[in-house]
Every structure is written in C-alpha cells, then in structure tokens.
C-alpha cells in the first residue's frame, strides 16, 4: 500500500490545487524545522520538483539531527548531507504521489495522489490529499518510505 492509500483508508480526502498543497507542504516544513522530528520522508513524483527550497529545507533538517529521505523519478542517491536520494521507477506507484511523513513527538503525514487531469498545466494540477496525525498511520507510511522508526 502507498502512503496515499495508507492516509485515504483511515482520513476523508478532498481536491486541492498544486499551489494550495504547496502552502500546506511549506507550513509543515515550517513547524518540522521549529521542533525537528527523528527523521523525515517525502516523495516528489519526479525530480524536476527538486527546487532549490526543497533541497535547502531537507538539508536543513538533516543538520540538526533529522535524516531525510527524499523520493522521485530521476533522484540521485545523494542530494546533500543527511539526505538520501532514492530513484522511482516510472511504474512505481509512489510517482504519482506528494507525500510528507513527519514521525516523532507531534507526528503528521501529508499524502497526496495527482489526478491526472487532461489538459491542466503543471501550476494547475490537481491532486486528491489527506493529512493524517494518527501515530500508526504516519509510521506505517514512514516505514513504507524507508525510514527506521523502531526506536
């Protein structure tokens, strides 16, 4: 099961816009790096959505004790220190998926799948999302993405 699939099967979903889950994403980012959980993951369907900013935050977490794990199409397997790349194979079901899986005291996932809409310019996209604080659902969509969250 994915992480979207995880969140979806115990939280209602609803559509949003790629700009509003962005916000969303940059709020929990914020928070993350305010109080730094014991490790994160995210997924990016692909690396083109590697932004300068999404690579400054990571790092910035892995530098005060939060590796990071990030995951997307065309990923190298290292992108700065503590960050780990893991490369998707375009039939790999995470490629469609935003997902943000912050483990540890206050513990939040954000999971997404793009829709696919025909006709809808990257800015626009659609997605179907879910966020989910539930301590069993984020560490089962941590593990999902590789994080160890057995301590």
């Known amino acids: ?67 990071a794990r990030l995951h997307a199409r065309g990923l190298q397997a290292w992108l700065a220190p503590g960050v780990t790349g893991v490369a998707l194979d375009e039939d790999d079901p995470l490629v469609d998926e935003w997902v943000v899986v912050l483990p540890g005291h206050d513990p939040v996932v954000f999971a997404a799948t793009d829709l696919r809409l025909p006709d809808c310019d990257d800015a626009d996209r659609c997605f179907s999302y879910a966020v989910s604080r539930d301590p069993a659902v984020v560490r089962a969509c941590g593990q999902r993405l590789g994080l160890d969250l057995s301590s």
Request: net charge positive.
């Open 1 to 67: 099961m994915t992480p979207y699939q995880l969140v979806r099967s115990t939280t209602p979903v609803q559509d949003a816009t790629k700009g509003e889950l962005l916000a969303l994403t940059r709020r929990l980012e914020r928070a993350a790096l305010q109080a730094p959980p014991p490790a994160v993951a995210a997924t990016l369907q692909d690396v083109r959505y590697l932004t300068d900013h999404t690579r400054a935050v990571y790092a910035a977490l892995a530098a005060v004790g939060s590796p």
